[in-house]
């Protein structure tokens, strides 16, 4: 039945899972948690990989963030626990010191 449901293009785990990638990407997850999400869903490795090759840039992502949160350590904590990539964190870090008032 799965396998008739998949023929008629009814049942496709890569459109679900750059469906559900987009949507926890637009709520400010990251890579990491998206992948956690995915992957606890029961998608497929392959299906969760094209997922976020099909999202924005994780930096990108980030950087977003944090101009609406504002530059400072609170903010990169925010964006670790949403599950972005400590080499994004330690890029935005530098980024934020840079944009804080001295």
Not at 2 to 26: F, H
Not at 33 to 43: D, K, R, S, V, Y
Request: hydrophobic share 45%.
């Amino acid at each position: 039945m799965l396998q008739t449901l998949e023929q008629a293009g009814l049942v496709d785990d890569g459109r679900v899972a750059s469906s559900r990638a987009g949507a926890l990407a637009a709520r400010g997850y990251g890579d990491a948690a998206i992948c956690f999400a995915l992957e606890g869903e029961g998608l497929g490795a392959e299906a969760v990989a094209a997922a976020l090759a099909g999202l924005e840039p994780e930096a990108a992502r980030a950087r977003k963030l944090l101009d609406l949160r504002g530059p400072g350590p609170a903010s990169i904590r925010w964006l670790g626990s949403r599950g972005f990539d400590a080499a994004t964190l330690e890029d935005l870090a530098g980024f934020a010191d840079e944009a804080s008032p001295r």
